[in-house]
């Protein structure tokens, strides 16, 4: 497809498309391209984990058929120890227990990958053309991983100008414009000042990490949060930070936002995610213990002032639910304005390990129907069009993971994958007298788990690509597979194997510009398509 006609396909040309009204299309797709924003005819870029500001992980184009690798790349030179004992899977089993961050595209069609090239968690970022991964040029950072249980992520994130973000070491942003292009001077943001940090760079680059992905917005600002390990000379607190178009950099202390000194950092691998009209940034705050209590709020894009914030408590037991370190859940907006943000269940294991998918409206003070699984995973909106048989209200609909670990509570290993509808509820699979969104579609995985009898291989996904115009959502399992979910059949129309299968973190699946689909297993990224 040439680039005029992916762009025909997004004439409506409004940031969300008001629940989709006045942009269906063939699909009845959302429009992706933000208010004022020109892309070159190449395409649409990928800019940040889970695509956009929203974290709906929509596709604006068809993505090719799963028939072959067109190309691979190592995104780990130095896998950590691949064998660990973890309450959701069988003890002794093979794992491995690190998140890679997400591939991005430029609408020129460049793919950029983080790479991690020592066991110490050093890193760099590799820009490469996408239809046949040739190198365009890399650069390694000098980052610095903050202390962890798994391995958390580092990533890139591109505005929608086409400058490209990814982090350096005392919470500094590098930036390049023009990514496409093999040469370019690479530049330095720090979020509390260049001079500052120039005064003693050791303490900082010591001291202060950055551990979410970073999130732009339509005006080519960015968004990112970052923990504090020991001192350091300005006494920065671990926290929320935000850098203009123009390097100006503003930051808010967790502590503060949340109006609670127990709180010191942002949720760890959990990006921010922004309003429909950007006027408010949506962060999750937590302490630094791998399992711990927080807050979900609600900032003020321009000064990061506290506008909203929620307690995210388990719609079962009434306790407050766990943010949990080792995850990657980040929120996800609706083009309603609802907020949708992934726990782990308290008391831990009452829902079998699967957490809840909270959802609040905007002012995240009233609280809607959850989902039944929240563990790790982001969700991913479905436009309704792409379901041919629903016949509910709502103006969109959602995909998530529907694990069901065996082994943990009454798990039972039937490991399946689900659209959801927000607004219509039905009792929870597990808990028969806790209310959770309806089911419109689910579909269990198809490998046998040889640890489990009776189970399946789990679904390894924390955020799954939505192909709208061909009516397909794109999903990695466990089994070392890419399915094709086909939404009008409820049936996999078609997988591709890409490792031998591996228990791990959860990754994400991506559509470039040229409707390759990108996924990453066993330390691994696989370009596929026809």
């Given at each position: 497809m040439t680039g005029a006609a992916k762009l025909a396909r997004l004439a409506c040309g409004a940031a969300l498309c008001a629940a989709f009204a006045g942009c269906n299309g063939a699909a009845g797709t959302i429009a992706k391209i933000p208010t004022g924003v020109t892309y070159p005819s190449s395409g649409v870029p990928w800019l940040t984990f889970a695509s956009n500001e929203w974290h709906d992980a929509d596709s604006s184009i068809a993505s090719q058929p799963l028939d072959r690798i067109h190309w691979q790349q190592p995104v780990d030179l130095a896998p950590p120890d691949a064998v660990a004992k973890l309450s959701v899977r069988p003890a002794g089993a093979e794992e491995l227990l690190i998140h890679y961050g997400s591939p991005i595209f430029t609408a020129a069609d460049s793919v950029i990958v983080p790479v991690k090239t020592s066991s110490t968690g050093t890193y760099r970022v590799d820009v490469r053309h996408a239809a046949t991964g040739a190198l365009i040029w890399q650069y390694t950072s000098d980052y610095v991983v903050p202390a962890h249980n798994w391995w958390p992520s580092y990533n890139v994130a591109?505005?929608?100008?086409?400058?490209?973000?990814?982090?350096?070491?005392?919470?500094?942003?590098?930036?390049?414009?023009?990514?496409?292009?093999?040469?370019?001077?690479?530049?330095?943001?720090?979020?509390?000042?260049?001079?500052?940090?120039?005064?003693?760079?050791?303490?900082?680059?010591?001291?202060?990490?950055?551990?979410?992905?970073?999130?732009?917005?339509?005006?080519?600002?960015?968004?990112?949060?970052?923990?504090?390990?020991?001192?350091?000379?300005?006494?920065?607190?671990?926290?929320?930070?935000?850098?203009?178009?123009?390097?100006?950099?503003?930051?808010?202390?967790?502590?503060?936002?949340?109006?609670?000194?127990?709180?010191t950092q942002a949720a760890m691998n959990s990006a921010p995610a922004l309003s429909p009209d950007e006027s408010t940034v949506y962060v999750a705050v937590a302490s630094s213990q791998d399992w711990s209590y927080g807050y979900l709020l609600g900032l003020n894009s321009t000064t990061l002032a506290t506008e909203y914030k929620a307690w995210p408590t388990d719609p079962a037991s009434g306790m407050q639910s766990y943010i949990v370190q080792d995850g990657t859940a980040s929120p996800m907006v609706g083009p309603d304005g609802d907020v949708y943000f992934g726990v782990l269940e308290n008391?831990?294991?009452?829902?079998?390990?699967?957490?809840?998918?909270?959802h609040y409206d905007s002012t995240l003070t009233t609280i809607k129907t959850p989902g039944s699984f929240g563990w790790d995973d982001t969700p991913s909106l479905v436009p309704t069009s792409m379901v041919p048989s629903y016949t509910g209200t709502s103006p969109y609909l959602l995909f998530t993971k529907y694990n069901n670990y065996a082994g943990i509570g009454t798990g039972n290993g039937h490991n399946e994958i689900a659209v959801l509808?927000?607004?219509?509820?039905?009792?929870?699979?597990?808990?028969?007298?806790?209310?959770?969104m309806k089911e419109v579609l689910t579909i269990e995985g198809v490998t046998p788990d040889p640890e489990?009898?009776?189970?399946?291989?789990?679904?390894?996904?924390?955020?799954?690509?939505?192909?709208?115009?061909?009516?397909?959502?794109?999903?990695?399992?466990?089994?070392?597979?890419?399915?094709?979910?086909?939404?009008?059949?409820?049936?996999?129309?078609?997988?591709?194997?890409?490792?031998?299968?591996?228990?791990?973190?959860?990754?994400?699946?991506?559509?470039?510009p040229?409707?390759?689909?990108?996924?990453?297993q066993d330390a691994t990224l696989f370009a596929i398509g026809e």
């Open positions: 591109l505005t929608p100008q086409n400058q490209l973000y990814f982090p350096g070491a005392g919470g500094k942003l590098y930036y390049r414009d023009d990514p496409d292009v093999s040469s370019g001077t690479i530049n330095t943001a720090v979020f509390y000042g260049q001079s500052t940090y120039n005064a003693d760079p050791s303490a900082y680059n010591a001291s202060i990490m950055i551990n979410t992905p970073i999130t732009s917005d339509s005006h080519g600002d960015v968004f990112f949060g970052f923990t504090v390990a020991g001192t350091n000379p300005d006494n920065i607190q671990g926290g929320i930070a935000r850098i203009d178009a123009n390097g100006n950099g503003t930051w808010v202390a967790a502590a503060t936002a949340a109006g609670d000194p127990s709180v008391p831990e294991s009452s829902h079998n390990d699967r957490g809840w998918l909270l509808d927000p607004d219509a509820t039905e009792p929870d699979p597990i808990i028969s007298t806790t209310t959770v489990n009898p009776g189970g399946v291989k789990e679904w390894c996904i924390n955020s799954a690509a939505v192909d709208p115009f061909s009516k397909v959502i794109l999903a990695p399992s466990e089994d070392g597979h890419v399915y094709r979910w086909d939404m009008t059949t409820n049936t996999f129309t078609q997988s591709i194997q890409v490792s031998t299968g591996i228990g791990e973190a959860y990754t994400p699946s991506i559509v470039e040229d409707g390759q689909v990108f996924s990453i």
